[in-house]
C-alpha cells in the first residue's frame, strides 16, 4: 500500500466495525424517539468495493492534471525505471565483495556455521532496502530480482537448519544406542524420540523453516480491521435478542440457539455479518497456525469472544502428569497436568470435522492440521510448493509421532482411520507428487533451479546436486548472454553453496565442484574486481588457477589495475609467476580475429604505426616486468615476439618489444645465478639472443642515420648572372662561403657517421660466439621445453639469419660503396665466405648472385682507378 495514493493510507486508518448493541445505543441517544434504528450496516466487500472507487476517481483526477502539464512522460517514466535499475544493481552487487568479506573474516573449519549466518544476515541486510525501493515503486525486472533474493536468503537458512543438526548433532548421536522409552507419559516418548530420530527431527526443521519463511498471501480485511474485542456472533445475539425492534434484518432464516455447535446441529446459518466475521477469523488463524504462532492463534479466538474455538487448540498437546516423577512423589503440593489426556478421542473428532463438508475449507484445515488430515490441506494450500510441502510434512509428523506414542505408551487409544495410517510417505515420494502436482505454479517452483537446490538439500544429495548445477551451467554457456538463465548472483549463491560442502566434506567429485567455482570465477573475470578473482581462484587445482587467472589478466591493459591484479594474486598465494607466463604466452600466439583484420583493412596504418593488435601483444610483456625474478622469461617471451616481427617485417614492432623489456635485466638475472657459469640452457640462450637483437637494431639504426645524411646534402646555391650589381655579387659570395663551410661539415659529418654504420653492421656480421642468432655451446639441455618448441626456435632462427644477415650485408655494400671504399666492399665476398662463421649458407642462389652483382659494381669501379679488381695496384 505503501506505493500507491495517500489517500488510500488514510482510509485504511477507518477502523469500520459491524453494528452491535453498544455501538446501536450510542448512535441513538441523540433520537430517543425513534422506535427503529434505520441506520444500514455497510458490508465489508460493498466498502472495498467504494474505496477502490474513491482511490480511482481520485488517481484519474490527479493524473489528469498531472499530464496536462508535463509533455514527455513516457521518457521520464523509462528515466525512472532505468535509474531504480542502476540502483538496485548497485546494491545487489554488494553482495559479491561482502560475500568475500564474511568468507576472510572466518577462515576456521570450526566456524562454518558462523559463516553461513553472517552470509544470511549480509544477505538479509541487502534484500531489506531493496524491498523498500520496489514498495516506493519498481518495475517488473526489479521485484523479480528483488523475489530472487528472497528466496536466496530462505534457501540460505534451509541449509543452515538441516546442515546444523546433521554434522553437529548427528555426529555426536553416532555410536549411541536408543533409550528405551515403555512406559514414559507422552511429552517423554516424544521428546526421546525427537533426540533419537534424525529423519523426524529433520522433517520438525523444515517444518519450523517453512513456518518462519512463510508470506501472508491471504488478501482481504483482517479480524483488526473490522471488529475489536467483543463477544462472539454479535450480529446474531443482537438480532435474536430483539428482533421486533430491526427494520432491516437479515434475509435468511437464522439460527436459534447461539451454542458452538448450534450452526450445525440446526443446520442453519448465522446472521450474514456473522458468516463473513467467522470465515475472516477462521482464515486468520490458520494463517497464524501455518506460521507456527498458534498461541497467537488461541489469543486471536479469545479477542474474538470465541472461547471454545482456543480451547479446541489446545486439545492436541501432549499427555503428561509431573505429579508421577520421582522428583515430586514427597511433594504435597499438586502439579498441573500438561496436555490433553483424552487426546486420541480429541484427535478422532479433529480428523471427522476436516473429512466433512460442512465446515468451511479453512475451519477444516485448521482441524487437519492437527490430526494429520492431508486432504484438507491439500484442498486449501494448493497452489503454493512451499505451502503443500508444509502440509505434507506436518502430517508426516503427525503420523510418526502417532505411531510412536501407540507403541510405547501403555494405555489404550481410540484407533484412527485407515485412511490416516495410508497417508505415510517418504521425502522423495513428496517431491514426486509436487512435481507432477495440477497446478502449474507448484509444477514450476518444483522444476525451478530454487526447487530443485532446495530438495536434494532436503534429500542430503549433494553429489546430484552438484551435477545437476553443472548441467545448468554448461547449458548456459550454450546460450547468448541476453539469454543466459544462470545469472551472476545465482552463480554467486551456487559456488557458496559447493565451498560449504567442500569445507564439511560432502563433495564426493571435486572435478564437478571446480567446474561450478569456474563458472562464478568467469563471471567475476567480467566485473575486474582483481581481489574477488584472485580470491575464488585461489580455491581451485592449479592447472585452472593459472589458466583462469591469466585468462583475467589478459583483460586489463593499464599497468596499475596490472600492478593491483598481481597484488591480489600474491595474497592469495596463487602461482604468480607461472599465471604471467601463460597469459604472455596466450596474448603472443593469438591470431587476430575477423573484427581485427577488418579493422586494419579499414584503416590502414601510416609508415612507422603500430596496429591495435600488435601493441596489445607488445604491452603483455609488462606483466613479466613487475617481478625481477621473471626476467629471464621476460627475454624468453620477448625474443619470441621479435622472431615473429621480424618475420613479417615489422620494424617498427621489434623496437618497440626491445624497448619493453628493461635495460638491467641482464643485472638482474646475473644476480640470480651468480655467475654466467650457472646460467640455465635457457637463459643463456636467451640472453645471446637479446644481445643479437639489440646489435641489430643498432645496425639499422646506425644505417638510417647515415642515410638521412647522405641524403640531405646542402644544397649548391644558385650563381648570380654577369649582370649582377656589387650588393648581389656580395650576397652571392657570401651563401657561397656558407654552402662550403657546410658541404665541409657535412663530409666530415657523413664520414663519421659512415665509419660508426660499417662498424654496428658489421657487428652483425661478425657476431662473436658462432656469430649472430646462434646458440652458444653449453652441455646443458633446455629444461622444462619440449622438444617441438625449442626444435621450432631453431627454424625460426635460422629462417631470420637468412633473410636478416644478406640484408645486413647489402646495407653494408651501400654504405662502403656510396662512401667509394670499393675495397672494402669486395672484402665483404671474403667475410661471406669464410668458414669461420660460414655466413654463405644462409644464403639463396638468388641472393647470392645479387650480391655478386653487387660486388662487381665495385670491382668495376675499381677498375676504373687503374686498380685491380680487389683494390690493388696493377703491377706490370
Not at 506436518?394 to 501407540?406: A, L
Not at 495410517?421 to 522423495?428: D, G, T, V
Amino acid at each position: 500500500m505503501s506505493g500507491g495514493s495517500p489517500f488510500v493510507l488514510k482510509l485504511g486508518l477507518i477502523n469500520i466495525k459491524p453494528r452491535t448493541p453498544q455501538r446501536e445505543r450510542a448512535d441513538t441517544l441523540g433520537d430517543i424517539e425513534s422506535p427503529h434504528n434505520f441506520s444500514i450496516s455497510l458490508m465489508p466487500g460493498e466498502l472495498q468495493r467504494m474505496l477502490d472507487s474513491s482511490v480511482m476517481n481520485n488517481s484519474g483526477l490527479f493524473g489528469s492534471s498531472f499530464h496536462g502539464g508535463v509533455g514527455d512522460t513516457t521518457s521520464l517514466c523509462d528515466r525512472s525505471v532505468i535509474e531504480q535499475m542502476d540502483i538496485f544493481k548497485e546494491k545487489a552487487d554488494t553482495l559479491f565483495p561482502q560475500f568475500l568479506e564474511v568468507l576472510q573474516a572466518r577462515t576456521n573449519d570450526s566456524e562454518v556455521f558462523d559463516t553461513i549466518k553472517d552470509l544470511i544476515h549480509t544477505c538479509s541486510a541487502i534484500l531489506d532496502d531493496c524491498v523498500k525501493d520496489v514498495q516506493r515503486g519498481s518495475d517488473n525486472r526489479t521485484k523479480s530480482k528483488v523475489e530472487w533474493l528472497e528466496l536466496e536468503c530462505k534457501t540460505w537458512k534451509l541449509l543452515y537448519a538441516l546442515y546444523q543438526d546433521r554434522i553437529l548433532l548427528q555426529s555426536a548421536e553416532q555410536g549411541m544406542d536408543d533409550i528405551p522409552t515403555m512406559g514414559c507419559s507422552e511429552k517423554e516418548v516424544i521428546s526421546q524420540l525427537y533426540n533419537c530420530n534424525s529423519t523426524l527431527r529433520e522433517y520438525q526443521l523444515i517444518i519450523d523453516w517453512l513456518e518462519a519463511c512463510y508470506e501472508k498471501k491471504m488478501t482481504g480485511p483482517q479480524i483488526g480491521h473490522t471488529t475489536d474485542r467483543t463477544v462472539a456472533w454479535e450480529n446474531t445475539l443482537f438480532q435474536l435478542k430483539k428482533q421486533q425492534q430491526i427494520a432491516f434484518g437479515s434475509g435468511a432464516e437464522i439460527v436459534k440457539s447461539l451454542d458452538p455447535d448450534a450452526p450445525t446441529r440446526e443446520k442453519k446459518p448465522l446472521h450474514t455479518l456473522d458468516e463473513e466475521d467467522n470465515m475472516r477469523l477462521s482464515r486468520c488463524i490458520f494463517e497464524e497456525i501455518r506460521q507456527g504462532r498458534i498461541d497467537e492463534a488461541m489469543a486471536l479466538c479469545k479477542y474474538c469472544g470465541q472461547t471454545w474455538r482456543a480451547a479446541i487448540l489446545e486439545g492436541w498437546r501432549l499427555h503428561e502428569d509431573p505429579n508421577y516423577e520421582p522428583v515430586h512423589g514427597n511433594s504435597k503440593e499438586k502439579i498441573p497436568i500438561e496436555g490433553n489426556p483424552r487426546r486420541d478421542i480429541w484427535k478422532k473428532c479433529a480428523w471427522m470435522m476436516a473429512d466433512s463438508k460442512k465446515f468451511d475449507e479453512f475451519t477444516r484445515a485448521i482441524a487437519g492440521t492437527f490430526c494429520g488430515h492431508l486432504e484438507s490441506l491439500k484442498s486449501l494450500l494448493n497452489n503454493s510448493w512451499e505451502d503443500l510441502l508444509w502440509a505434507y510434512l506436518k502430517v508426516q509428523v503427525d503420523i510418526r509421532v502417532e505411531s510412536e506414542i501407540r507403541a510405547n505408551c501403555p494405555k489404550p487409544y481410540h484407533p484412527m482411520p485407515e485412511e490416516y495410517w495410508n497417508a505415510k510417505m517418504s521425502m522423495e515420494q513428496i517431491f514426486d507428487e509436487l512435481l507432477v502436482h495440477n497446478d502449474a505454479a507448484v509444477r514450476d517452483y518444483a522444476q525451478s533451479k530454487v526447487g530443485i537446490i532446495q530438495k536434494y538439500l532436503i534429500l542430503d544429495n549433494i553429489t546430484e546436486l552438484l551435477q545437476q548445477i553443472r548441467r545448468w551451467i554448461e547449458e548456459d554457456q550454450l546460450l547468448d548472454s541476453k539469454d543466459s538463465s544462470v545469472s551472476s548472483h545465482m552463480l554467486r549463491f551456487l559456488t557458496h553453496i559447493v565451498l560449504f560442502m567442500r569445507q564439511i566434506g560432502r563433495v564426493d567429485k571435486e572435478e564437478t565442484a571446480d567446474r561450478i567455482i569456474a563458472a562464478y570465477v568467469e563471471c567475476l573475470i567480467q566485473m575486474k574486481d582483481a581481489q574477488l578473482v584472485a580470491f575464488y581462484t585461489a580455491a581451485l587445482p592449479g592447472h585452472m588457477q593459472v589458466s583462469l587467472y591469466s585468462k583475467f589478466l589478459e583483460t586489463l591493459n593499464e599497468t596499475p589495475a596490472r600492478q593491483a591484479a598481481l597484488e591480489e594474486a600474491m595474497n592469495a598465494h596463487l602461482d604468480v609467476e607461472n599465471i604471467t607466463r601463460h597469459a604472455v604466452e596466450t596474448i603472443r600466439q593469438k591470431e587476430p580475429a575477423e573484427t581485427d583484420v577488418q579493422q586494419m583493412q579499414d584503416e590502414p596504418l601510416q609508415h612507422g604505426d603500430i596496429s591495435s593488435f600488435d601493441q596489445h601483444k607488445i604491452k603483455s610483456l609488462e606483466w613479466l616486468t613487475f617481478l625481477p625474478t621473471q626476467r629471464g622469461e621476460l627475454l624468453w617471451q620477448g625474443n619470441a615476439m621479435i622472431r615473429s616481427f621480424l618475420a613479417e617485417n615489422k620494424m617498427e614492432c621489434v623496437r618497440a618489444v626491445y624497448d619493453m623489456i628493461p635495460q638491467d635485466s641482464l643485472s638482474h638475472i646475473l644476480n640470480i645465478y651468480g655467475s654466467k657459469d650457472n646460467f640455465p640452457c635457457r637463459e643463456d640462450c636467451s640472453i645471446k639472443e637479446y644481445l643479437s637483437y639489440k646489435v641489430y637494431l643498432a645496425a639499422i639504426d646506425s644505417f638510417n642515420e647515415w642515410s638521412r645524411l647522405y641524403h640531405n646534402r646542402p644544397k649548391e646555391p644558385q650563381l648570380v648572372t654577369a649582370g649582377a650589381n656589387f650588393t648581389e655579387r656580395m650576397a652571392s659570395e657570401h651563401k657561397e662561403q656558407v654552402y662550403r663551410g657546410e658541404l665541409n661539415r657535412w663530409k666530415v659529418s657523413l664520414e663519421e657517421q659512415a665509419r660508426v654504420c660499417r662498424d654496428s653492421l658489421f657487428n652483425v656480421l661478425l657476431f662473436p660466439e658462432k656469430g649472430w642468432l646462434i646458440d652458444p655451446d653449453t652441455p646443458k639441455d633446455p629444461a622444462n621445453i619440449s622438444p617441438i618448441i625449442w626444435e621450432n626456435r631453431q627454424i625460426q632462427l635460422d629462417k631470420i639469419r637468412s633473410i636478416c644477415i644478406p640484408e645486413i650485408t647489402l646495407l653494408l655494400h651501400k654504405v662502403l660503396h656510396l662512401s667509394e671504399d670499393y675495397q672494402g666492399c669486395v672484402k665483404l665476398a671474403d667475410e661471406i665466405a669464410s668458414e669461420n662463421r660460414q655466413l654463405y649458407k644462409v644464403y639463396t642462389k638468388h641472393k647470392l648472385a645479387e650480391l655478386l652483382s653487387k660486388l662487381a659494381e665495385s670491382s668495376l669501379e675499381l677498375l676504373n682507378k687503374k686498380l685491380d679488381p680487389w683494390g690493388y695496384p696493377v703491377t706490370v
